[in-house]
C-alpha cells in the first residue's frame, strides 16, 4: 500500500497541571508550565504507527501548528514512529487565536499538497475540548469522517482494498463499517495505548527531517472570526446543607427560590 | 569511537540552552547565553528524561514495593528496561545500543532512582561500569559479541571486591594461573550486585600475584562457566530488589581471549571505570533523595494541625528550604562532574565530591522526610521509609565517604604544590 497518513498532533498544557486563569482573564496561564502533546493526539499517533507496521500505509507525517515550541511535540511523534514532520509556524496573537476552523482549513490544504489518503486525528483537544477539527477538516476537503471509538469500546482500524475499515463495540455486538479513501479518522481514547519513545527511538528521531511551513504558504487565512470576552474559574463549589424532613427540603428549596 | 570522546563534540554542539520554560516561551527565539546554566539540556537530553519519567511511573512505581518486600527484582521490569534502551544507553547503535551520551545515562539513572533505587542501580552499574568497560577496552571481537547483548539482553555484574578485601581493593587474593592458552581462576567476591540475573561477569582477578596489584587482570566470564558459583543473596537493610550475593570460582577456566585489556592492567581499569561509576552513584541518591522529597511535601500542604497546614509553620519551611537547598547543590556537584567528564576535562576530585556530597544529601533528606511525614513516614503503607533505608549505602559502596574524601584530600594537596 502506498497510503500516507497524516497526523495532526496539538501541543497543550499538560494533563496533571493545575490550570489558573491569568490575571487579567484573557486567558489561563501558559508561562513556565509543563506541555506535552495531546493525549488523544497520542493515541492518533500510535493508530498510524501501527498502519505502518501492519504495512498499511507507506508514510505517517506530523503536522503541528504554532510557535517554536511545537517542534518539541513533532519530535516526540517522529520517537514513536513517525516519518517525517511539518512545523506550520504560528505565533503570537495568530496563535492565541488558533482554533479549530483555521487548523482544519491548514491540514485540508497540507492534506491535498502532500496528497494524503488518510488523516488521523485525537478526537478533541485537552485545552479547549472542542471537538471539531477532524469533522471541520472533512468537510473543507469533501471525505467521510469517522471516529472509531465513539465512546464505546476500543477497536480496530484497518485498511483493506482502497477502504477503511472500522470495527466497533456496541451495546448489541460489534459493527463494522467501510468507508471510502481518502478519509479523516479521529481517535478516542480507548482506541489502543500509545507507546513509549524508546531512548533508541529518541535518538533516531533527531535525525528525521521536519519541514517549515506558513499558513500563507497554503493560501490560509488565520484570522480569528472568534474573540475571548473574558476567562474565568469554574464557580467554587459551596458545601452543602442537611435537612431532616422533606417538610424542611420544600421550605429551603422555596427560599432559595428554586420552586 | 569511544563513547567518552565522542560525546565531546556532540554535546558541546548539544548544549543548547532551554533556559527556563518562562523565557523561552517570552521569546520566541530560545535564549543562547555563552556560559548556560548547569540545569540546561539538550532537547535529546530533556526528551529522554520525560520518556524515562513516564516510563518509570508506569512501568516501575507498582512492582516497588512488592520487589522490596520480597528483595527480588522482577523479571518484567529488568525486561521492560532492556526494550526501553535503558541498558545499552552509550552503546553505539551499530552495536544495537541507544547511542547517546554519558551525560544522557545520568539523567536516566536519577529518573529512575526516584521512582527505585534498586532499578536505578542496576542501570547505573550496566551502563557506567560494564558497557563502559567493554566499550573502552574491547577488541572489535569482544564489542562484536558482547556489546549487543548487553544492549538487549544481559545483565552483567563488576566483580572486585571480597571478604578480605573492600576499600583495600587491590589486596584482592583471587587469583588466576596461566596454562597455556587459559587460566585457571581460584577465590572468591562478595557484595556481588547484580549476580542474580547477570549473564556476564567481569572478573578481577590477580595474574601475577608477585607483581602485587600490578598483576591485577580483568577477565570476562559468561554465567554457565564452569567452576562459577553463585551464591545465596544478602538479606539486606535497603535497595533489597538489586540481589547482592558472593560468588565462589573453583578452578574455574577461562580463555585468554577473555581478558579485558592487558594482563596485569586490571587495577588501573578499575580506578578509571570507578571515577565515572562514582558519579552514576551520585545521579542515584539524588534521584532517591529527590523522589523521597517529592513524595513528602505534597503531605505536608494536606497535612492541617492546629488550623493550618503543617508546612505554614516556621520551623517546618526552614527544614523544607534547607534541605532543599541541598538537593539543588547535589544535583549541579553532579551535573557538573557529568559535563566535566564529557568536555574531557579533569573531573575525578569532582565526581568524589558529588558522590560524596549526594550520599550525604540523601541520608539527610530522608530522615528528614521521615519526621516531617509523622507516624505515617514510620509506617511501610508510605514509600517513605523505603527511601530511608535505601540511601545508606550511598555512603558505602563504589568507593566509601572516607575513601572519597581521602582522595580529594590528596588531590588537593597536589593542587598547592605549586
Given amino acids: ?259 | 569511537m569511544s563513547a567518552v570522546c565522542g560525546s565531546l563534540s556532540r554535546s558541546r554542539a548539544a548544549v543548547r540552552c532551554l533556559c527556563s520554560r518562562a523565557a523561552a516561551e517570552a521569546h520566541h527565539d530560545v535564549i543562547r547565553p555563552a556560559f548556560p546554566p548547569l540545569q540546561s539540556f539538550s532537547e535529546e537530553e530533556s526528551m529522554m528524561r520525560d520518556a524515562v519519567k513516564k516510563f518509570a511511573q508506569e512501568r516501575i512505581a507498582p512492582f516497588v514495593s512488592k520487589m522490596d518486600e520480597d528483595s527480588v527484582m522482577d523479571a518484567d521490569v529488568i525486561s521492560a528496561l532492556f526494550e526501553q534502551g535503558l541498558m545499552g544507553i552509550e552503546i553505539g547503535a551499530e552495536y544495537g545500543g541507544t547511542g547517546s551520551s554519558f551525560f544522557s545515562s545520568i539523567l536516566v539513572i536519577e529518573e529512575l532512582a526516584k521512582v527505585d533505587p534498586s532499578v536505578s542501580v542496576l542501570c547505573d552499574i550496566q551502563n557506567t561500569l560494564i558497557n563502559t568497560l567493554l566499550t573502552n577496552l574491547g577488541t572489535e571481537e569482544q564489542k562484536q559479541h558482547y556489546l549487543p547483548r548487553l544492549a538487549s539482553d544481559t545483565v552483567g555484574s563488576f566483580c572486585l571486591s571480597e571478604s578480605e578485601s573492600g576499600s583495600d581493593a587491590f589486596s584482592l587474593k583471587t587469583k588466576a594461573e596461566k596454562h597455556k592458552d587459559y587460566y585457571i581462576i581460584n577465590g572468591s567476591k562478595m557484595w556481588i550486585s547484580n549476580a542474580e540475573h547477570a549473564g556476564v561477569f567481569l572478573v578481577m582477578a590477580n595474574a601475577e600475584p608477585a607483581a602485587g596489584y600490578r598483576g591485577i587482570t580483568c577477565f570476562i566470564v559468561d554465567r554457565h562457566t564452569d567452576g562459577l558459583h553463585i551464591g545465596r543473596k544478602e538479606n539486606k537493610l535497603g535497595l533489597r530488589a538489586s540481589s547482592t550475593c558472593p560468588l565462589t570460582f573453583d578452578n574455574m577456566k577461562v580463555h585468554e581471549k577473555n581478558i579485558l585489556g592487558k594482563v596485569g592492567h586490571g587495577y588501573k581499569y578499575a580506578i578509571g571505570m570507578l571515577n565515572g561509576g562514582r558519579i552514576g552513584i551520585a545521579a542515584q541518591m539524588l534521584g532517591l533523595a529527590q523522589g523521597c522529597f517529592d513524595h513528602t511535601v505534597p503531605y505536608t500542604r494536606q497535612r492541617v494541625q492546629f488550623g493550618k497546614r503543617i508546612f505554614d509553620f516556621q520551623g517546618m519551611q526552614h527544614q523544607i528550604a534547607h534541605v532543599a537547598t541541598q538537593l539543588e547543590a547535589a544535583r549541579l556537584l553532579t551535573y557538573n562532574a557529568a559535563r566535566l567528564k564529557e568536555a574531557g576535562r579533569s573531573f575525578i576530585k569532582e565526581a568524589c565530591m558529588a558522590k560524596y556530597f549526594s550520599a550525604e544529601v540523601a541520608t539527610l533528606t530522608t530522615s528528614k522526610c521521615i519526621e516531617w511525614m509523622g507516624g505515617v513516614g514510620f509506617t511501610k503503607d508510605y514509600p517513605i521509609e523505603k527511601y530511608y533505608r535505601d540511601c545508606k549505602i550511598g555512603a558505602i559502596y563504589e568507593g566509601t565517604t572516607n575513601i572519597q574524601l581521602s582522595t580529594m584530600a590528596k588531590m588537593i594537596d597536589q593542587e598547592y604544590d605549586g
Avoid at chain 1, 27 to 56: R, W
Fill in chain 1, 1 to 259: 500500500m502506498s497510503a500516507r497518513v497524516l497526523v495532526g498532533v496539538k501541543r497543550v498544557i499538560d494533563y496533571a497541571v493545575k490550570i489558573r486563569v491569568k490575571p487579567d482573564r484573557t486567558g489561563v496561564v501558559t508561562d513556565g508550565v509543563k506541555h506535552s502533546m495531546n493525549p488523544f493526539c497520542e493515541i492518533a499517533v500510535e493508530e498510524a504507527v501501527k498502519l505502518k507496521e501492519k504495512k498499511l500505509v507507506k508514510e505517517v507525517v506530523a503536522v503541528s501548528c504554532g510557535p517554536q515550541q511545537v517542534q518539541e511535540t513533532i519530535r516526540t511523534a517522529l520517537a514513536m514512529g513517525a516519518d517525517r514532520g511539518i512545523h506550520v509556524e504560528v505565533s503570537g496573537k495568530d496563535y492565541e487565536t488558533l482554533g479549530p476552523l483555521q487548523v482544519s482549513k491548514i491540514l485540508a490544504a497540507l492534506a491535498k499538497k502532500e496528497q494524503a489518503d488518510l488523516i488521523i486525528l485525537g478526537k478533541q483537544a485537552i485545552d479547549d475540548d472542542c471537538n471539531q477539527t477532524g469533522q471541520m477538516t472533512a468537510a473543507l476537503l469533501d471525505w467521510p469522517q469517522r471516529s472509531p471509538e465513539d465512546g464505546t469500546f476500543a477497536s480496530e482500524v484497518n485498511i483493506e482494498a482502497d477502504k477503511l475499515k472500522v470495527v466497533r463495540e456496541i451495546d448489541g455486538g460489534l459493527e463494522t463499517i467501510k468507508i471510502n479513501l481518502p478519509a479523516v479518522v479521529t481517535a478516542d481514547l480507548r482506541l489502543n495505548t500509545p507507546r513509549y519513545a524508546t531512548l533508541p527511538n529518541i535518538m533516531k528521531a533527531k535525525k528525521k527531517k521536519i519541514a517549515n511551513v506558513k499558513p500563507a504558504d497554503l493560501g490560509v487565512d488565520v484570522s480569528s472570526r472568534l474573540e475571548v470576552l473574558k476567562v474565568d474559574e469554574p464557580p467554587q463549589r459551596q458545601a452543602g446543607v442537611k435537612v431532616e424532613t422533606v417538610h424542611d427540603l420544600v421550605g429551603k428549596l422555596k427560599e432559595a427560590g428554586r420552586i
